[in-house]
């Protein structure tokens, strides 16, 4: 089984003054948290080659905005190949196309088919490889192309990201529009087939704000 991911983080950070994936995090950054996350999982679930900096190939994209430059030198060590949304105003769909459309044709040119594709946000800095990796045994499990897995985060149990979606709903995502990316299959056309992954920690929560960031790293330092 592959599976591929389509990591966004073309966002213009407006609500946080700065590039929000770029703020110190752990011995790194958010960005590479969250990269050590999704790529830590879908390994550990798949029994693949894990390493920061390593050289090996793997249908993993990033969708870059205005800050592309800035965020590459990082995105590369996890292995993303990174593509750059030049409009990102237009909405996280547009970088959801995107992302899709590239991560199939790197797929493609590695000669891999890919069975699902991660779709996740560069903002989740709690998000772990265990996480990760329920997703992706979740989805096995399921033995179904039109699988969909989604996290649902502590004791609201409130759904999240990422979301895996099997490789049927690959065309619809590539045609998705609007701002509300993924969700608009989640609670439409994808609904009777979404298998809900529960996570007792609210490890889902994105940071938008100063507020948002300061209050993660509390909860980050208490564990």
């Not at 965020?71 to 949304?85: A, D, E, R, W």
């Not at 895996?164 to 994808?190: M, P, S, V």
Request: net charge negative; with cysteine; hydrophobic share 35%.
């Amino acid at each position: 089984m592959a599976i591929g991911i389509v990591l966004l983080t073309a966002g213009e950070s407006k609500r946080m003054g700065k590039n929000k994936q770029l703020l110190p995090w752990l011995e790194g950054t958010i960005l590479d948290s969250v990269c050590d996350a999704l790529t830590g999982g879908v390994c550990q679930a798949l029994g693949c080659i894990h390493g920061v900096g390593e050289a090996y190939e793997h249908p993993y994209v990033a969708v870059t905005g205005l800050t592309h430059d800035e965020l590459v030198p990082i995105l590369s060590q996890y292995g993303f190949t990174s593509v750059q949304n030049p409009e990102p105003s237009r909405g996280q769909s547009v970088s959801l196309q995107i992302g899709v459309n590239a991560v199939c044709e790197l797929a493609n040119s590695l000669n891999v088919h890919l069975d699902g594709i991660v779709c996740s946000v560069g903002d989740q800095p709690l998000l772990s490889a265990g996480v990760v990796s329920k997703l992706v045994t979740q989805f096995q499990a399921q033995h179904s192309e039109q699988a969909i897995v989604c996290p649902r985060y502590g004791e609201s149990q409130q759904p999240g990201n990422p979301v895996l979606f099997g490789a049927h709903w690959f065309n619809e995502l590539k045609q998705i529009d609007g701002d509300r990316g993924g969700r608009r299959i989640l609670k439409e056309t994808g609904k009777p087939y979404v298998t809900y992954v529960s996570i007792q920690e609210d490890m889902g929560v994105d940071v938008d704000t100063p507020d948002d960031y300061q209050r993660l790293l509390e909860i980050e330092r208490s564990k």
